[in-house]
């Protein structure tokens, strides 16, 4: 699988948004967003009109990028989705929310998804007591994240538990002494913080 190596500010620059892949960066006047907000490249700046199918892509493409997905990845992901009951756009957006680095991320545990990857496949947790280092691996309600025990004394982790701060979505709960959190409910589209059009992707995928 092809990995970007490029600047992520440039990413959230071509969507036009804030995909908050930098972490706390991305909430203050230093977002490359905020202090440079056309798109990059010489043509930036001008403006054209997009197609219905630009607009579909653009969603699409913001999408992968929020959850740093590569684009085999995210239509396999998009293909298990069509097979679950219920609408697949909706189904595309829990199984991307359930993803074990997007759950890290979320439970505070990591400032950015790009960070969470890599501290799971350095093998720092557990998923209800046994070692899991598969970032892509998908979550269930019920099951149990931790912190492994001889990595809960490194420096990284000590500071975490001591200024933890944080608004977790209503399908989380974390205990920030234990470093150990739960998925107590399996995550629907409104909890999302930040606004996808899946009809858009939906219809992309079905021409």
């Known amino acids: 699988m092809s990995k970007y190596t490029s600047a992520d500010c440039r990413l959230c620059r071509r969507e036009g948004s804030k995909l908050f892949l930098k972490g706390d960066r991305c909430f203050t006047g230093k977002c ?17 009109k997009i197609s219905e ?15 740093g997905l590569g684009e085999t990845q995210f239509r396999n992901t998009f293909k298990k989705a069509e097979i679950m009951k219920g609408a697949s756009g909706e189904n595309l ?5 359930r993803r074990f680095d997007n759950v890290v991320f979320k439970l505070g545990l990591a400032k950015s998804r790009s960070q969470a990857r890599q501290l799971i496949n350095h093998g720092h947790f557990n998923i209800d007591g046994k070692s899991v280092n598969i970032p892509s691996y998908i979550t269930k309600a019920g099951q149990v994240i931790s912190v492994k025990d001889n990595k809960k004394g490194s420096n990284y982790f000590k500071a975490l538990s001591s200024s933890a701060k944080l608004n977790l979505p209503k399908w989380l709960e974390f205990n920030f002494e234990k470093l150990q959190g739960k998925i107590i409910a399996l995550p629907s589209k409104e909890d999302l913080d930040i606004q996808i059009a899946d009809n858009m992707i939906v219809e992309l995928y079905s021409r």
Do not use: N
């Open 53 to 67: 199918y630009g607009l579909q892509l653009r969603e699409k493409q913001k999408t992968k990028r929020i959850y």
């Open 93 to 97: 957006l829990q199984l991307l929310e």
């Open 32 to 48: 490359a967003v905020v202090r440079r907000p056309a798109a990059p490249g010489q043509h930036g700046t001008s403006r054209k």
